[in-house]
């Protein structure tokens, strides 16, 4: 009899577990930090796995599941890079200095560095759309 009452608990207990996992929050992505000489240029972005972000430290906004999606795929793609503390020599006349610090290790490049490794141009039109369309800043 007492087994048939412990198999009864089981689905609780996991139920319950479920739902204390609802309320834990969500992971972050990454955080982008750009700076440069031209105005407008200094920008930190956190960029948080529930579809959120962070400008400059001002509050959450949502981006739309398409940015979600692609914040994603740059996580993954820039994972090796950062994992190795990549940092690129910026080229002439650099105008843009980006460093995106994931979990695993942080990359560092400019918009004149050479060679870009996959996702590192795509992670700049990233940062220009977010800061732009999402928080609505100039740059």
């Known amino acids: 009899m007492r087994t048939a009452r ?9 139920a ?11 992971a972050d992505l990454f955080v982008v930090t750009r700076t440069g000489a031209i105005p407008g240029a200094r920008l930190t972005l956190l960029v948080v796995d529930d579809g959120t972000v962070r400008c400059n430290g001002g509050p959450s906004r949502r981006m739309g599941d398409a940015r979600l999606l692609a914040a994603r ?8 890079p950062a994992a190795r503390d990549l940092a690129l020599a910026p080229g002439p006349a650099a105008v843009l200095r980006y460093r995106v610090r994931l979990q695993r290790g942080t990359a560092a ?5 050479r060679p870009l ?14 800061a732009k369309r999402v928080c609505g800043l100039a740059r």
Do not use: H, N, Q
Request: aromatic residues 4%.
């Open 73 to 80: 795929d740059l996580a993954r793609e820039l994972d090796a």
């Open 117 to 130: 490794r996959p996702g590192m141009a795509r992670l700049a039109a990233f940062t220009r759309d977010v």
């Open 6 to 14: 412990s198999l009864r608990l089981v689905p609780a207990a996991i």
């Open 16 to 26: 319950l577990a479920t739902l204390a996992a609802c309320g834990t929050p969500s």
């Open 109 to 113: 490049f400019s918009d004149t560095s």
